[in-house]
């Protein structure tokens, strides 16, 4: 059978069923039932966080974040993520502005921030590519020299931690896809965590069409809420999740036992810095030295079975609807360009068999061995 890039964390089933049984006997299916209540206080205390409000998904939360905080104007961005983090801010009538990312993590290049501000500027939304805190202390710095708001688009970070505590805790707020991909999922959902009972409030009316009470609406909302089914499933996931990320870790590790060496071939370093790692993804670039260029590798790895994906390929920045901004000139972006060209990340998901792990490093073997007999 074909091993995919990753693959839903999915408890027994019949666990679930309890849960479900709770939801017909109380006959609430949305709007804030008591699975939804539940899953926001346990996730809260879970990642170590104040406030936590649930939402349909992450693209939904990402939508409502800017909206919460009333961002306009422009916005600075990694061009170097999925799309939902730029299309966020069109939905909101706001300009992205690209700025490149740091060669080693991948993430928002705080040296570079400065030089694209504008007066026009009154956010920066940064992201933690592939669950790799970015660099906190010198994106903070800026956004208070430049009364900047910052929203992090957390979608890979569920559970990291640095030194001082859940990386969630960053910014103005921070948001979390809990999507089938995701390290942790509810079917489909997201969350934005928040500082202050004031704005998780104000979520709580946007979510719900800007409805206070019954006849009392004091935004322009939107239905952003999560289920009862997903909030239920989140809560039997919570029960998993340690024992998930400690099965990712582990294949994390064997990897970069069994690939380490082979010329060509580069690791994302070891998470600096990091207290807690979730082991999101396992990204590895392709240099020139490696027999194959990325794609040539993309191809001879699905060809072989292995679902391995280009995350992430293209860049934001050269998709029709942001091509023509003048920050997606792509001599501005050399180091998300380059990434894009070489990256290729490698099946990882708590299902994952050892033997899996070494059907992939073999594939990729095979490269080798037969660019020595040629």
């Not at 299916?29 to 990642?47: F, I, K, S, V």
């Not at 500082?195 to 019954?214: A, C, M, Q, S, W």
């Amino acid at each position: 059978m074909p091993i995919p890039v990753t693959s839903p964390l999915l408890p027994p089933l019949e666990e679930f069923l309890p849960y479900l049984q709770k939801i017909w006997s109380s006959r609430t299916l949305t709007n804030g039932g008591d699975m939804h209540r539940e899953l926001e206080q346990a996730m809260a205390r879970y990642l170590g966080v104040k406030h936590l409000a649930l939402m349909a998904n992450g693209t939904l939360a990402l939508v409502t974040a800017l909206q919460a905080l009333r961002i306009t104007g422009e916005v600075i961005t990694t061009p170097y993520s999925f799309v939902a983090t730029a299309h966020s801010l069109l939905w909101n009538g706001i300009k992205p502005v690209f700025v490149d990312v740091d060669p080693v993590t991948l993430n928002l290049d705080p040296s570079r921030i400065e030089a694209a501000i504008t007066p026009q500027t009154t956010a920066i939304m940064p992201v933690h590519c592939y669950g790799n805190p970015c660099d906190t202390r010198a994106i903070e710095r800026i956004a208070d020299t430049y009364n900047l708001k910052v929203i992090y688009d957390a979608a890979h970070a569920f559970g990291v931690e640095d030194a001082g505590g859940s990386v969630l805790r960053h910014g103005d707020l921070s948001v979390l896809s809990f999507h089938a991909t995701k390290v942790f999922n509810t079917f489909e959902g997201g969350a934005i965590v928040c500082p202050d009972e004031r704005t998780y409030r104000r979520i709580g009316h946007l979510k719900n069409f800007g409805f206070v009470d019954e006849t009392t609406v004091v935004a322009p909302g939107i239905n952003g809420k999560m289920s009862e089914v997903n909030a239920a499933f989140g809560l039997l996931q919570l029960r998993y999740i340690d024992r998930a990320l400690e099965r990712r870790q582990q294949i994390d590790a064997l990897y970069r036992q069994r690939l380490q060496g082979i010329r060509g071939l580069r690791f994302m370093p070891p998470r600096g810095g990091q207290a807690r790692a979730n082991h999101a993804y396992f990204p590895v670039l392709v240099d020139a030295e490696f027999p194959l260029d990325r794609d040539g590798l993309y191809q001879h790895m699905r060809r072989r079975g292995i679902l391995v994906r280009r995350y992430f390929y293209p860049l934001i920045s050269d998709f029709p609807m942001y091509r023509g901004l003048a920050s997606a000139d792509p001599a501005l972006l050399p180091m998300a360009r380059e990434a894009a060209q070489k990256v290729l990340c490698l099946p990882i998901f708590p299902d994952l068999k050892d033997t899996g792990v070494e059907a992939v490093c073999a594939a990729i073997g095979e490269v080798r061995a037969e660019a020595h007999v040629a």
